[in-house]
């Protein structure tokens, strides 16, 4: 089995800063990338960034700038620096891993629960 657990998310001020982190565990043999979605009420999930283990990312462009994807693959962890945060950046904020379990011949999707992150005066 494999989890992702993400952490940091909460109440954010307008033009603050907030850093979110996403730890897999499990029977993990080795994670491709790992990245951030996020979803704001009544709106479809949509891509932030990722980041592959050789430490190649890529952003959406609304995010770039602003959003700081980084990754600690010893401690097979994703963050998310958000910076000059806006109300509009409020949502549920997803970590994604594309890895391989032991025992299986191919990379498979996971997601975590959510964190909700919520940007206000």
């Known amino acids: 089995q494999v989890q992702l657990v993400e952490s940091g998310g909460g109440l954010g001020q307008p033009g603050g800063s907030l850093r979110l982190s996403c730890a897999a565990s499990g029977s993990i043999f080795s994670i491709n990338a790992m990245g951030w979605y996020r979803q704001a009420p009544g709106k479809e999930r949509e891509f932030i960034a990722a980041i592959t283990s050789g430490g190649s990312t890529n952003y959406a462009d609304a995010m770039k700038g602003r959003f700081t994807i980084s990754r600690d693959n010893a401690k097979n962890t994703v963050y998310l620096q958000m910076n000059s945060l806006k109300p509009e950046d409020t949502a549920v904020y997803y970590c994604?891993?594309?890895?391989?379990?032991?025992?299986?011949?191919?990379?498979?999707?996971?997601w975590g629960k959510g964190t909700l992150v919520t940007v206000s005066s």
């Open positions: 994604n891993a594309v890895l391989r379990t032991y025992g299986s011949t191919r990379d498979k999707d996971y």
